[in-house]
Each structure stands twice: as C-alpha cells, then as structure tokens.
C-alpha cells in the first residue's frame, strides 16, 4: 500500500491551501489615532492618548521612522504635546513594539 509522489505533492498542497486560508496571521503594521502628551527625544519615546479606548500607550522610534505632516517628511522635532497623531507601528512577536511612522495631524483634523 503505497502513495504516489503525485499523491503525495496533491495531499500537501489541499493541507497549505486550507491551513493558509484559516491561519489568523496578524498584519505587518497596526495604526493607532491618539493625542501626544508626552514627547522624550533623548530616548526617544512619545506617549499617547489613544482615542478609542482613552489608555495611555508609549511608542519608541527608531532612526528610520518616518514622521509626515501635510504630505512632506518632517523632523521629529515637530512633535508636541497636544498635537493629534496617527502612529503606524509593528508588533513583532519577539521584543518591542515600534514606529514606522507618525503622521501628524492639525487641530481641526481631529475634530471629525
């Protein structure tokens, strides 16, 4: 009673097809919309008041995240305290959650 390599190949490929399409993979990158309360450039962290839920989450950036206001790049320099922000981000399975970008909103933005 054997299997054929063809039968083989066919019963892997039926298994992948239906595993791949149940698996719950999480997505490369996550967003959060929130107010910055606190910004630490020496670290370099931001603090942010999540605006569904209202907690307090704290974001560490790297050299390569990106900050964009008004469709340009900007410096970090531009964060403050109070200003509205969307904060993309990647939760690896292993170590800290971290930036990629910041797009920073103005006042009125935030109102809708």
Known sequence: MGFSKIGIVVLFAAFFVTV???????????ERDGKIEHVDRERPL?????????????????????????VK???AEQLQEGQPVRVRYHSPFFGDDYVCRVFLKDGAASAN
Do not use: C, E, Y
Not at 20 to 30: G, T, W
Not at 55 to 68: A, C, H, I, L, Q
């Open 20 to 30: 791949n399409d149940a698996s719950a993979v999480p997505p490369l990158s996550r």
């Open 46 to 70: 931001i603090t942010v008041a999540l605006r569904d839920s209202g907690k307090r989450s704290v974001f560490r950036w790297k050299k390569g995240t990106r900050f964009v206001q008004n």
């Open 73 to 75: 790049f900007v410096s």
